[in-house]
Nanobody, 116 residues
Framework: QVQLVESGGGLVQPGRSLRLSCAAS????????MAWYRQAPGKQREWLGS???????DYADSVKGRFTISRDGAKNTLYLQMASLKFEDTAVYYC??????????WGQGTQVTVSS
């Protein structure tokens, strides 16, 4: 079993930056890939980007160039650095982790609100 705890969400003004974290804990697991998603009110959950074990990354077009995904393998922690935030970035942000055996786990989500 893997537990994911997200942090770093909050209220931020348009144009500002914010960094989210997702810490994975548990025992006997090996992470293959990690990803960030978000879900705005009334909308489907949206994939934002992923990072693999070799630190290669992929991003959705909607956030490419503004959001950066990174990880600290030693700490089993995933990061999402968000820059130039817009009103439409308001959502609950979730991390997801794939471990050996093709199982995946979701975090509980952290709210990001972009408002002036």
């Amino acid at each position: 079993q893997v537990q994911l705890v997200e942090s770093g969400g909050g209220l931020v003004q348009p144009g500002r930056s914010l960094r989210l974290s997702c810490a994975a804990s548990g025992s006997g697991f090996s992470i293959n890939a990690m990803a960030w998603y978000r879900q705005a009110p009334g909308k489907q959950r949206e994939w934002l980007g992923s990072i693999n074990r070799d630190d290669s990354t992929d991003y959705a077009d909607s956030v490419k160039g503004r959001f950066t995904i990174s990880r600290d393998g030693a700490k089993n922690t995933l990061y999402l650095q968000m820059a130039s935030l817009k009103f439409e970035d308001t959502a609950v942000y979730y991390c997801r982790v794939w471990v050996t055996g093709a199982r995946s786990y979701w975090g509980q989500g952290t709210q990001v609100t972009v408002s002036s």
